[in-house]
């Protein structure tokens, strides 16, 4: 079974997933696409569709918006559709036995990190916060969370400037051409699955807004990594003033006797939090209600930001 003779479905949802999609429409026999409904989203909550459904209607694939696989209605379509294989990137359901037994080569995963570590939902994030290597997966899926064997892994380096968003992307990339090179290799038995070490497994658990609470009793190197790994979502923040100050850029700054939490201003200019060491400098913040600005911006038209000379740094 060579190349455009190979059945795919495709199963995604958000922005990462649109890569795969497009490569696996070059390179293969696409027959369907599942994705998840159309949803409110934004301030408006206006109900849009998700990014692999306007990728699959300009590339005129038909598709599927299941609210779940266990509609029976869904299954159908999936059996009729007779794929060879199911390819999933970020789909955000879980798929139970009779759609993972469905094909005849199985369903592969394009999973965001280097398998076993950062199983879960938000690895990008977590690699972030940890780490300074991070990768892509292609593994065979099986009943577990991100436990299935492994099929091919690609490394990709953190730099330390990158934020969630720019990861995403690079690795959104990687992940598709890695598949292209996987899958015809796998389909044709030149790949022996690896079985993963579930004792050097981790786990990257479904972040939400309130977990992008800045902590200063930790370090600000920590802090700065957080920043990052929350940037475009859920979103750094902490307190002034009673208002939610939201945090896209921050770096660490030196100060052997920083107070946690005690407000300070750099060269008098940069706005930056005591931490439990150091100085965590704002660069780049957004107040309730605001536009988002650069931290000096925001330290013009923020008065009481320090209230005696002792703070100035």
Known sequence: MMGMQIRVVFMGSPDFALPTLQALDQAFDVVGVVTQPDRPAGRGKKVRPP????????????FVQPATLKDPD????LEAWAPDV???AAFGQILRENVLNLPLYGCVNVHASLLPRWRGAAPVQAAILNDDVTGLTIMKMDKGLDTGPILSQKKVPISEEMTAGALFETLAQIGADLLIETLPRYIHGE???QTQNDDEATYAPRLNKEDG?????QPASKLSRKVRAFNPWPGAFQFYEDTRLRV??????PLPDAVPGKRYV?????????TGEGLLALDSVQAAGKKKTSGEAFLHGAKHWINDEENQQ
């Open 86 to 88: 199911i390819v999933v």
């Open 248 to 253: 896209y850029q921050a770096h660490q700054a």
């Open 51 to 62: 990014d692999v459904k306007v990728l699959a209607q300009s590339l005129e694939l038909p």
């Open 266 to 274: 750099i060269n008098n200019k940069i706005p930056a939090w005591g």
């Open 74 to 77: 869904a299954f159908r379509q």
């Open 213 to 217: 609470l800045l902590d200063f009793n």
């Open 191 to 193: 790949i022996e699955p």
